[in-house]
């Protein structure tokens, strides 16, 4: 197999299906998780992938709106899929936000947070896909799904 194809998914060569920039506004949500899911749907990704990568968009796009941009729709999310040649899925989310400490957010599955109504998008994402960054400050995540 060639080099570029081996080793960390960083170093594959991708191929760019998705770049989206829309408003910091939760009704642009759905319509780019839409695009992702369509997106997959003609790779023939397996429906029970497409499910976990549509959730774990959603949750990424609501963070960049809601602590990235402060629900300022005249800020833009910036939303990229790209595959590789084995089938590897990486969504990027980016938004103009100062960021975050991954280490400094609560634990969701705490008693003081169990009943609480947020706080667990990062918390989702982690478990929904393969392998998660946070780059660039923690304004920008990088979602791997294989």
């Given amino acids: 197999m060639p080099d570029e194809l081996s080793g960390s998914p960083e170093n ?3 191929a760019e299906l998705i770049d989206l920039s829309v408003p910091a506004d939760a009704e642009a ?17 397996p429906e029970q ?13 609501a963070n960049a709106v809601v602590h990235g941009c402060g ?3 005249s800020k833009q999310v910036r939303c990229q899929v790209k595959s590789d040649l084995r089938g590897r899925i990486m969504i990027v989310v980016t938004d ?3 960021g975050f400490n991954l280490d400094l ?6 008693d003081e947070k169990l009943h609480a109504d947020h706080g667990r ?26």
């Fill in 49 to 61: 992938k497409q499910l976990e990568v549509a959730l774990a968009t959603q949750e990424a796009l």
């Fill in 12 to 14: 594959s060569a991708l």
């Fill in 121 to 146: 998008g990062v918390y989702l994402i982690c478990h929904l896909m393969d392998e998660v960054h946070f780059e660039s400050r923690g304004n920008e995540i990088r979602m791997w799904k294989y």
């Fill in 29 to 45: 949500i759905g319509a780019v998780v839409d695009a992702v899911s369509e997106s997959l749907a003609r790779l023939q990704v």
């Fill in 96 to 98: 103009p936000g100062h």
């Fill in 71 to 73: 629900n300022d729709s």
């Fill in 105 to 110: 957010l609560p634990d969701p599955k705490r």
